[in-house]
C-alpha cells in the first residue's frame, strides 16, 4: 500500500467500528450478544490496516524521515485492535 493511501484511507477501519457498535447499540440482551460477531469484520479490517501501516511506517523510516501523518494514520486505524485487546484483558 502507497504511504498516501495509507494516509488518506487510515480512518476507515474506525469509522466501520463505530458504525458496527452504534447498530449493535440498539439491541438489548441476548440479541447484543448474539450481533457482537459483527465487531470482528472492523477488527479484522484494523489489523491489516495496523499491518500496513507499520509497512509504511518502516519504509518511510528506512528513507530517512517519517511524516506524522503516518503515525496518526496509524493510531486512528489501530484503534479497533486496541479496543479488543483492552476487552480481552479486562473481561478475562
Known amino acids: 500500500m502507497s504511504p498516501t493511501i495509507f494516509r488518506w484511507a487510515s480512518w476507515i477501519p474506525l469509522a466501520t467500528f463505530v458504525a458496527a457498535q452504534r447498530y449493535i447499540d440498539q439491541f438489548e440482551g441476548w440479541g ?5 460477531p459483527i465487531l470482528l469484520g472492523p477488527v479484522f479490517v484494523s489489523a491489516a ?3 500496513a501501516g ?5 519504509a ?6 517519517v511524516r506524522p501523518t503516518t503515525y496518526a494514520g496509524l493510531a ?11 476487552r480481552l484483558i479486562v473481561t478475562a
Request: net charge positive; proline share 3%; glycine share 4%.
Open 32 to 36: 447484543a450478544w448474539a450481533a457482537a
Open 49 to 51: 490496516y495496523v499491518l
Open 54 to 58: 507499520v509497512l509504511v511506517l518502516r
Open 60 to 65: 518511510e523510516r528506512d528513507l530517512g524521515r
Open 76 to 86: 486512528l486505524s489501530s484503534a479497533p485492535c486496541l479496543w479488543l485487546l483492552w
